[in-house]
């Protein structure tokens, strides 16, 4: 089949070198262009993920979202890092309320007979009563507290840091565990905590707002506060405390939403 | 003659097209999670102008109760969106293209005649080579809004890590601010993006793809040269 006395290399014409590049790019174009189509029907339509400790999310989505949790969490998380503080007066009056999930009205509720209970190993659980826990060494803060839906409003709480409660109580163990985990007294809304956040500075178990005892509606007698998370953290009316080396359950994570919301 | 004039470079293209859909996404899921706080309007003396946004805007696009499902995109895609932008910025430094894109100190004059030009105002357009002037100043300013968005995207994702990108912008709602109205101005440029490109035609349109134009070149006057000599003879 040789053909000897042809040239085998051959210059191409102009017009062969346009429609050869021509063929090549917009080839290579609709190629990917129905490549990318394909990848994001599959994203979009991909299910959702088998509901856990998080659930509601795409499946594909979630892994995503877990992974970025990891980036920030080890690359660039750091203790160090203090959410900005305000001047007193800079303090909303009127600290809006947005959600009574977990502590509705019309569930009876008796703050002076509520005691915080802590699961310790063995299921062993430390009860402190409100007066125990003003005894310790109060801490304010006077932050701009943020919402996963983009509102935020200057707030001013006190309370005991997390950090000193677990100090005074002797839970330093507890405390080299990675998670928190943290309920209301009816179970009807739940937060996870990693440990570093919930043993940041700035994080309190907070019993005033604006210098007076925490209304029922947001969160009575004792409420978290924990500034490097969304409000979607930050749980109201705290009945039990745990730890764990695994995720607790988050009542926010479970409706698709980022388990670890830092900021 | 016809010749191949080589026009943009494949990393340009491939940066280019990626953008696009990226770019389409984070829109859209920026608007899911704008949703769930949608204070913005354009109002000047007490009379609203624009409200962002109006329902029926919403619901033609579906936005509605999609706040967890928007972050979910966003904060996947950012990823692309950065890495694309951060390849493309550093090839076109690297490669020194930066040339042929930053505007010089002739491209703001120039902008407005081949503006007076497009409105038909000015007959001729003035001379220029892969970019006029205005193109200049556009390719220049949207890879700028670019990183202006991952900045002000980073000062509201992580303010309390990147309290010093946070206090760049200004603070927590300056940078929210700055960020959805870098996404308005995307949007503006988009709009026009597509009227240049419809009218300057599907040459144009095709090199971006291809990366080169078929230019009409006079043929090679030196052969004539000789011939001409040798008839003198």
């Known amino acids: 089949m040789k053909t000897p006395n042809k040239k085998i290399k051959k210059e191409l014409t102009i017009e062969q070198k346009i429609n050869r590049r021509n063929f090549i790019s917009f080839g290579a174009f609709t190629v990917f262009a129905m490549g990318a189509f394909e990848g994001w029907r599959w994203l979009y339509k991909s299910p959702n993920e088998t509901a856990g400790i998080t659930a509601e999310a795409h499946r594909p989505l979630r892994k995503a979202l877990n992974k970025t949790e990891l980036f920030f969490k080890r690359l660039v998380f750091n203790e160090n890092h203090l959410v900005k503080t305000y001047p007193k007066e800079m303090a909303a009056k009127r600290v809006r309320y947005n959600s009574d999930i977990g502590i509705e009205a019309k569930n009876k509720f008796d703050p002076a007979s509520w005691k915080l209970q802590v699961v310790k190993k063995g299921g062993e659980i430390l009860q402190v009563s409100i007066d125990e826990i003003k005894a310790l060494p109060k801490t304010e803060i006077i932050y701009d507290f943020k919402c996963v839906e983009g509102w935020d409003q200057v707030q001013h709480w006190a309370g005991v840091k997390f950090s000193d409660f677990i100090k005074h109580y002797q839970l330093d163990d507890y405390a080299k565990m990675d998670y928190v985990g943290m309920e209301t007294p009816d179970k009807g809304y739940y937060v996870g905590i990693d440990m570093p956040s919930a043993m940041h500075p700035q ?7 604006n210098d007076k005892p925490i209304p029922l509606d947001h969160g009575a007698p004792l409420r978290l506060i924990i500034p490097v998370k969304y409000g979607i953290k930050n749980l109201k009316r705290i009945g039990t405390i745990t730890f764990s080396n695994t995720r607790p359950h988050d009542y926010w994570a479970e409706q698709g939403y980022d388990y670890y919301s830092g900021l | 003659m016809k010749a191949i004039k080589e026009k943009h470079s494949l990393a340009m293209r491939w940066c280019h097209w990626v953008n696009f859909p990226i770019l389409t996404i984070m829109i859209w899921s920026g608007m899911l999670i704008y949703w769930a706080n949608d204070i913005y309007s354009i109002t000047i003396f007490g009379h609203t102008f624009v409200k962002f946004f109006p329902d029926w ?9 999609r706040l967890a499902e928007g972050m979910a995109f966003h904060f996947l895609f950012m990823w692309f969106f950065t890495l694309n932008g951060i390849f493309y910025i550093l090839y076109t430094i690297i490669s020194g293209e930066w040339r042929e894109l930053v505007p010089k100190r002739s491209s703001f004059k120039e902008a407005w005649l081949v503006l007076l030009h497009d409105l038909h105002i000015r007959k001729t357009a003035p001379p220029q080579n892969k970019y006029n002037g ?21 000062a509201i994702y992580k303010p309390v890590q990147f309290y010093y990108l946070t206090w760049l912008c200004g603070g927590y709602h300056l940078a929210r601010i700055f960020h959805f ?12 993006h597509i009227v240049q490109v419809i009218l300057a035609g599907w040459k144009n349109f095709s090199s971006v793809i291809s990366g080169f134009e078929v230019v009409n070149e006079e043929p090679k006057p030196a052969i004539q040269t000789v011939n001409d000599d040798e008839d003198a003879q």
């Open chain 2, 181 to 192: 109205a870098l996404t308005i101005g995307y949007v503006l440029f988009f709009l026009i």
């Open chain 2, 134 to 154: 205005a193109q200049r100043i556009a390719y220049t300013a949207i890879i700028i809004m670019g990183v202006g968005s991952v900045i002000t995207g980073l």
């Open chain 1, 203 to 209: 994080t309190l178990l907070a019993y005033e707002v």
């Open chain 2, 57 to 65: 805007f919403y619901k033609t696009l579906g936005i509605p109760q």
